[in-house]
């Protein structure tokens, strides 16, 4: 809970909230964090590490439904979802597909295609 006097003296509020993923779902790979959404309570920036996800809310105002999520909530929860980290897959590949490539990335993708097919044959 918290008090009128904590208010006061803080002008912004984080809440950190992990994900977990069943291991048949869960993403395997690391991100810089995105700013994933953004309302009028405040912005969420979502990251993760080897099959754990991060949500970050952070703002003047964070919705309660933010705060209840947060590791430092009564009961310390921990979200447990196979849709997030799905969903986090999708965009961190549609953010790489986006991406822009140098011609040492597409020069070096060219010979693993090349000896790929050399190989299939």
């Not at 810089?32 to 405040?42: C, K, L, M, N, Q």
């Not at 997030?84 to 999708?90: R, V």
């Not at 822009?100 to 990335?105: E, F, G, I, S």
Request: a positive charge; hydrophobic letters at 35%.
């Amino acid at each position: 809970m918290v008090t009128d006097a904590e208010t006061k003296h803080r002008s912004l509020w984080s809440y950190l909230a992990p994900v977990l993923s069943p291991t048949e779902y869960a993403y395997i790979g690391f991100n810089e964090p995105y700013e994933a959404v953004r309302d009028g309570a405040g912005r969420c920036f979502m990251f993760c590490i080897p099959g754990i996800w991060f949500m970050l809310s952070v703002g003047k105002t964070i919705s309660s439904d933010a705060r209840d999520l947060s590791i430092t909530a009564p009961g310390n929860p921990l979200v447990i979802s196979r849709s997030i980290g799905s969903k986090g897959q999708e965009t961190a590949f549609s953010i790489f597909k986006g991406a822009r490539r140098t011609k040492a990335y597409e020069k070096a993708l060219e010979k693993v295609r090349v000896e790929e097919s050399a190989r299939s044959r």
